[in-house]
């Protein structure tokens, strides 16, 4: 028995997936530690700062990589060797000018004074470093090697948390915003050359010479357009409260808010971890017909009902407890707040369902109504309640924004199951959504 147990563990399929899965439990962990580091370190005005920055950071990165993954991804799968490295090539150059563009707003947002000119270039740093190390971890999960892609995320979001931790205990002096910022520089420094090297058998060298195939980059963009609006509502969701609160509540204020959505941010991606395994398995029960389809979606459903309730419970049981015991009374005095979000959070998660039987029956054009209509609500109700009631307002804007979302998705998934399912449609894992681990902010 134990000759088997020992055969199956060392099994290469079974080995890699479960380093996978503890890389990226390392990692979702790494960001609750970091949220908690940071409440005890910082300021609340220092953590509203954080706050701003990561909401900044996160449109910069969507405005950086343009979501043109997700025509690489499909052109990457049957390509040659050479051709993947020409494919990255003209990714790189699309990305380059990207960046040029997104720091002269940075510029201009510092001659205005809307940006502070002490954090720039760490900002402009991490964005160079987030970007090349995300596109270059999708590479690798769409080319079979998810094993060494998770090792780049945990190096870029996971490995420096647990060093600057030690660190901040041992040396006071250095509990500052901008050595959390030098360190998360570093990382992203660490996974790009371990990434690097990951795809070192690629024929660089023949790319002497190359030059940029701008229709195929102009056919991307094309591709990518859709993706990118619909990326846009989500981040819009997630982030918009930031910049509201800013504006109406004060900065102190935010620190508090940012400390919880943060961790909330991280049960998303809990989640979005889970359902991100299903996913193929929709895809390919909607390919094999409508009882397969149904199939697969109930039981994506109430595996996700399972982990959502369970999540919610138990956060909503140890936050209390745990912020006592680190004496955070500034946050704990503030907790309404994080049960506030918590349903949207709840909704957030179980929107996955919906959505994911959507993509799998490329009902894109719903995908986009949804995540838009659901991003303007959420802005719209932000505005409006943030200055009657401020965090609070936030939280409930957030939650009915979160509602909108799901009850959308769910009807239109309810439809699409309802009609016929006759179309045939492609199995494989090209163009899957963004990884939930990727984004770290």
Known sequence: ?????????????????????????????????????LARMLSPA????????????????????????????????????????????????????????????????IAAGSFPARLAPWFIVILVTEHISLEATRILIITWRPVRAYIGVFLRGGIWVYAIALLMFAAPSTRTLETVLVWWAFGGVLSIAFSAFSLSELPWHELRGYRPNFKHIREG????????????????????????????????????????????????SLGGSVSHQFLPKVIAGYAAGPDAYRTAMWSFFWSMLALVCATMIVSALVMGPMLALLGLS????????????????????????????????????????????????????????????????????????????FLSLAGFAVHRMRVSLKESVATGSVGLPIDPDMLYP
Not at 55 to 74: D, H, I, K, P
Not at 233 to 244: N, W
């Open 1 to 37: 028995m134990r000759s088997r147990l020992l055969d199956l563990v060392t099994r290469p399929a079974v080995a890699g997936t479960v380093a996978a899965l503890v890389l990226r439990a390392l990692t979702l962990a790494s960001r609750f530690l970091l949220s908690l580091l």
């Open 46 to 109: 220092e953590m509203g700062q954080y706050g701003l920055l990561t909401a900044a950071l996160a449109f910069a990165l969507l405005a950086v990589g343009l979501e043109f993954y997700s025509y690489t991804l499909r052109e990457l799968v049957p390509a040659s060797p050479e051709r993947r490295a020409r494919i990255i090539a003209d990714q790189m150059v699309l990305g380059t000018a990207a960046l040029v563009v997104v720091g002269i707003a940075v510029a201009v947002a």
């Open 330 to 405: 500034t946050y704990a005095a503030s907790i309404g707040v994080f049960y506030a979000i918590l349903p949207g959070a709840f909704l957030r998660m179980l929107a996955d369902v919906p959505s994911y039987a959507l993509y799998a029956a490329r009902s894109d054009k719903y995908l986009l109504i949804c995540n838009l209509g659901s991003a303007g609500v959420s802005t719209v109700l932000n505005v409006v309640l943030v200055p009657a009631l401020g965090i609070y307002g936030a939280a409930l804007a957030g939650g009915i924004a979160s509602a909108v979302l």
């Open 221 to 268: 963009l094309l591709t990518a357009r859709p993706f990118m609006l619909t990326a846009v509502g989500a981040l819009v969701i997630s982030y918009v409260d930031r910049f509201v609160i800013d504006a109406f509540v004060g900065r102190d204020a935010l620190g508090i808010y940012t400390f919880y959505s943060t961790i909330l941010i991280g049960l998303l």
